[in-house]
């Protein structure tokens, strides 16, 4: 049994994964690169800013201190949004250690490198073991302790078991899976059709419209991780289609609102600046949209995303064109 874990980051998913290890009786060390919000933490045992109400075990504890953080630790979970990943363990590359497994809660592609969180975190620091932690996980929930399961994954098996057995409890049941790249894949992909999901309910275009998107956005997820060698099965189970399903429903998915937003007429620009939290499908549609041409995949969802987003197209439009285009057999 794990006795002490580092956490990298500070903000909802990180707060609430130190909150469930310590009532496992883990000890826990968060790190971040803010000094205010880590003795804000300290001293009110409360993430105000991502998490008000749901109080800190003193199990945990917090620092700024890259190399503090790791002392003792078994287990390190980075929970730092995918675009930022690079630079938070560039910070932390000369004190990190090697020698034990990585756990990363991060969902996106990096721009430019095209490269997914445990991919970044490995160019960064070297060699390590790494596993993803996901699935339909929405961080509100998982604060009020209601019933969640997810996937670890890892191509070392046994490494996957260790969070598994870390993690699991009577409400948050882990499955493991030897498929990285899906599961990865699948975490980042479905944030780009949240947002075409939250752009359907901005526009008011009803639940036969929403229908239709999640099944062929599941259709062109799932084309795009076969041509880069993943396993179908991946996209059907929880990384795939359980986190879809939550990400393109919830009221409280920060994808889907700011697709609705984008819906009802603001721009992403504005959208972003509305808020504190990461939109990590904004920037993930760039990656995904360069991976599609690399691996020459038609992924038109994420095409209209893009259009939409960074080309100055209009939403009805853009909805028209996708309902337009050739006409063909379903499989």
Not at 14 to 30: E, I, K, N, P, Q
Not at 65 to 78: C, K, R, T
Not at 291 to 302: H, R
Request: some cysteine.
């Amino acid at each position: 049994m794990i006795e002490q874990v580092a956490v990298i980051g500070d903000g909802q998913m990180a707060t609430v994964c130190s909150v469930m290890l310590a009532d496992r009786g883990v000890h826990v060390r968060m790190w971040g690169a803010s000094r205010d919000h880590i003795e804000a933490l300290k001293a009110t045992k409360e993430n105000r800013r991502h998490l008000p109400g749901l109080k800190i075990p003193d199990r945990v504890s917090f620092t700024t201190d890259p190399q503090a953080v790791f002392q003792g630790a078994e287990l390190i979970l980075s929970a730092v949004p995918c675009q930022y990943i690079r630079n938070v363990f560039e910070k932390l590359a000369a004190f990190y250690p090697t020698d034990i497994p990585t756990t990363s809660v991060s969902k996106g592609i990096e721009n430019k490198t095209l490269l997914r969180p445990t991919q970044i975190i490995t160019d960064v620091v070297g060699s390590t073991a790494v596993v993803a932690l996901s699935g339909p996980s929405i961080a509100a929930e998982l604060a009020r302790c209601l019933p969640a399961t997810v996937v670890a994954a890892s191509e070392d098996e046994s490494q996957a078991k260790l969070v598994q057995e870390t993690f699991s409890s009577q409400w948050f049941r882990v499955y493991t899976n030897t498929d990285l790249l899906g599961v990865e894949l699948a975490g980042a992909t479905k944030n780009i059709i949240a947002l075409a999901a939250g752009i359907v309910d901005g526009l008011k275009a009803g639940d036969n419209a929403k229908a239709a998107l999640l099944t062929r956005g599941l259709v062109e997820i799932q084309r795009l991780g076969m041509a880069m060698g993943a396993r179908p099965e991946t996209f059907s189970g929880l990384a795939g289609l359980g986190d879809l399903v939550t990400t393109c429903t919830s009221p409280v998915g920060r994808n889907r609102s700011a697709g609705e937003q984008i819906g009802k007429g603001k721009s992403a620009e504005d959208v972003i600046r509305s808020t504190t939290s990461v939109i990590e499908g904004i920037p993930t549609t760039r990656s995904v949209r360069e991976l599609a041409g690399q691996y020459g995949v038609e992924m038109p969802i994420t095409e209209a995303v893009h259009g939409v987003l960074f080309e100055g197209k209009e939403v009805i439009a853009t909805l028209g064109e996708l309902m337009s285009r050739e006409l063909k057999g379903e499989v």
